[in-house]
């Protein structure tokens, strides 16, 4: 679909009344929601905000967060959403060669001294900019696993392109309604929030609270499959007919135990450069992510997966200049490696995380991918740690539910990996390195394991 105006007020001039959004369980109407961002963009507009300007939003999940940030496209602002938990000192770091004009922080201490500080403040008078579908929208911190995270830069085009490949596999309209569960600061709420403003369903917005309690009225959800587990665990009921996984390998008896509740389960792979997915399928217990979605392009050069789609970003955004994502060859090499079988691609793992342990190659989320199928492990990092003998041995950080003893877990993998797979010690993820950044660090893990081991 393509629109001739902002997407909001698009389905305004076509079911006004019908609704549109649930926000902490009040109802908007697709016109009552087009009042209330015209009168956002009215109030940031007085307060300077123009068209090209560079705007952070430090927000977590919330209806002013949602707002905010529709009000802030329809001012033709170029959108930095921001974590709340990241530390301020990378912030600082992070934002001087993002040109950013002004700061609207809805969580957080206090504001940035290099920038303006915005308030929600409504009123009425101007509607903000036209709608430029090529315009640059957004500008979305990737993980900074090896380093400081970088902007990618996407326009309304691109977002739509990639919401567009998603909804021709996984239906989602009419009174459809898809909680956002996941964070705007990351790629795959925002495609969330896309899917929503093409396919002219709903959305529901709440503060954070209990999942079940979110989750009441929506049939749509973007889940880890832990929280699936727990969901289907649970006595609460819910409406649910279809949930997009991510975050781990999907166990073939969580599908069939979501299908036997009526919930369809999908799962794929995407990253920040393409506006979340890339490829996807009906979960099926195989390890694959599925094949590409239509806009999208992939191929395997020397076992690297390349890729090019319509939702690719515009370049990564330094010093006021676009800096290409592409290769020269006009594709996004992602360093991961793959596998491709029938036109199903399976991700083997990052290239970088490769190590050799007494010259057996060690792809760590192969073990991850393992060790993760335990019923009461909900995150599992395999990092090397140095070895005098064997070169490097793979050490397992891992999150359980309370109460398991993780020194019974080399015994449940004696039988599941080979000799010189299996960790040589087992840690807890230490909460300090749940906290700030957009994926955890295998950096930072790597460094944490050896001052415990080796301190």
């Given at each position: 679909m393509?629109?001739?105006?902002?997407?909001?007020?698009?389905?305004?001039?076509?079911?006004?009344?019908?609704?549109?959004?649930?926000?902490?369980?009040?109802?908007?109407?697709?016109?009552?929601?087009?009042?209330?961002?015209?009168?956002?963009?009215?109030?940031f507009?007085?307060?300077?905000?123009?068209?090209?300007?560079?705007?952070?939003?430090?927000a977590?999940?919330?209806?002013?967060?949602?707002?905010?940030w529709?009000?802030?496209?329809?001012?033709?602002?170029?959108?930095l959403?921001?974590?709340?938990?990241?530390?301020?000192?990378?912030?600082?770091?992070?934002?001087?060669?993002?040109?950013?004009?002004?700061?609207?922080?809805?969580n957080?201490e206090?504001?940035?001294?290099?920038?303006?500080?915005?308030?929600?403040?409504?009123h009425?008078?101007?509607?903000?900019?036209?709608?430029?579908?090529?315009r640059?929208?957004?500008?979305?911190?990737?993980?900074?696993?090896?380093?400081?995270p970088?902007?990618?830069?996407?326009?309304?085009?691109a977002?739509?392109?990639?919401?567009?490949?998603?909804?021709?596999?996984?239906?989602?309209?009419?009174?459809?309604?898809w909680?956002?569960?996941?964070?705007l600061?990351?790629?795959?709420?925002?495609?969330?929030?896309?899917?929503?403003?093409?396919?002219?369903?709903?959305l529901?917005?709440?503060?954070?609270?209990?999942?079940?309690?979110?989750?009441?009225?929506?049939?749509?959800?973007?889940?880890?499959?832990?929280?699936?587990?727990?969901?289907?665990?649970?006595?609460?009921?819910?409406?649910?007919?279809?949930?997009?996984?991510?975050?781990?390998?999907?166990p073939?008896?969580?599908?069939?135990?979501?299908?036997?509740?009526?919930?369809?389960?999908?799962?794929?792979?995407?990253?920040?450069?393409?506006?979340?997915?890339?490829?996807?399928?009906?979960?099926?217990?195989?390890?694959?992510?599925?094949?590409?979605?239509?806009?999208?392009e992939?191929?395997l050069?020397?076992?690297?997966?390349?890729?090019?789609?319509?939702?690719?970003?515009?370049?990564?955004w330094?010093?006021?200049?676009?800096?290409?994502v592409?290769?020269?060859?006009?594709?996004?090499?992602?360093?991961?490696?793959?596998?491709?079988?029938?036109?199903?691609?399976?991700?083997?793992?990052?290239?970088?995380?490769?190590?050799?342990?007494?010259?057996?190659?060690?792809?760590?989320?192969?073990?991850?991918?393992?060790?993760?199928?335990?019923?009461?492990?909900?995150?599992?990092?395999?990092?090397?740690?140095?070895?005098?003998?064997?070169?490097?041995?793979?050490?397992?950080?891992?999150?359980?539910?309370?109460?398991v003893d993780?020194?019974?877990?080399?015994?449940w993998?004696?039988?599941?990996?080979?000799?010189?797979?299996?960790?040589?010690?087992?840690?807890?993820?230490?909460?300090?390195?749940?906290?700030?950044?957009?994926?955890?660090?295998?950096?930072?893990?790597?460094q944490?394991?050896?001052?415990?081991?080796?301190?």
């Amino acid at each position: 679909m393509t629109f001739s105006d902002w997407p909001w007020r698009h389905w305004c001039a076509r079911k006004a009344e019908q609704q549109a959004l649930r926000l902490n369980g009040e109802c908007l109407t697709w016109r009552e929601l087009c009042q209330r961002i015209d009168a956002l963009v009215s109030g940031f507009v007085l307060q300077g905000v123009r068209e090209g300007d560079g705007v952070m939003l430090q927000a977590h999940n919330h209806p002013d967060t949602l707002l905010a940030w529709l009000a802030l496209l329809q001012c033709g602002a170029r959108i930095l959403p921001v974590n709340p938990q990241l530390p301020r000192s990378v912030v600082e770091i992070l934002l001087p060669p993002l040109t950013l004009r002004f700061a609207l922080v809805l969580n957080g201490e206090g504001g940035y001294a290099s920038l303006s500080a915005l308030k929600m403040d409504r009123h009425k008078g101007s509607t903000g900019a036209a709608w430029q579908p090529e315009r640059l929208a957004t500008m979305t911190l990737t993980s900074g696993s090896t380093g400081l995270p970088k902007a990618a830069v996407h326009t309304c085009a691109a977002h739509l392109a990639s919401a567009e490949g998603v909804l021709a596999l996984l239906p989602y309209a009419g009174e459809d309604d898809w909680l956002l569960s996941l964070p705007l600061f990351h790629v795959s709420g925002q495609g969330i929030l896309w899917r929503w403003l093409l396919a002219g369903a709903r959305l529901t917005v709440c503060e954070k609270q209990p999942l079940e309690q979110m989750l009441q009225g929506c049939t749509h959800a973007s889940l880890v499959p832990t929280q699936l587990w727990r969901l289907l665990n649970g006595e609460a009921k819910v409406a649910l007919k279809a949930v997009l996984l991510g975050g781990a390998a999907i166990p073939g008896e969580l599908t069939l135990r979501a299908a036997s509740r009526g919930i369809r389960s999908w799962c794929g792979y995407g990253l920040t450069e393409f506006a979340s997915t890339v490829c996807a399928k009906e979960a099926d217990g195989q390890t694959d992510v599925g094949y590409p979605l239509p806009g999208r392009e992939v191929k395997l050069v020397e076992g690297e997966v390349w890729l090019k789609a319509a939702s690719m970003a515009s370049g990564y955004w330094r010093d006021g200049q676009l800096v290409p994502v592409a290769n020269p060859q006009g594709w996004f090499a992602t360093r991961d490696r793959g596998e491709i079988v029938d036109g199903r691609l399976t991700i083997l793992g990052r290239m970088d995380n490769l190590f050799f342990s007494g010259g057996e190659g060690i792809q760590p989320e192969e073990l991850e991918r393992v060790i993760g199928t335990h019923p009461q492990v909900s995150q599992v990092y395999v990092v090397p740690l140095d070895d005098v003998e064997f070169g490097q041995r793979p050490v397992a950080v891992v999150e359980c539910e309370a109460g398991v003893d993780i020194a019974q877990l080399p015994h449940w993998v004696g039988d599941k990996l080979a000799r010189f797979q299996q960790p040589v010690h087992w840690l807890v993820l230490p909460a300090e390195l749940k906290n700030g950044g957009i994926k955890i660090s295998r950096r930072a893990l790597q460094q944490w394991v050896y001052q415990s081991l080796k301190g």
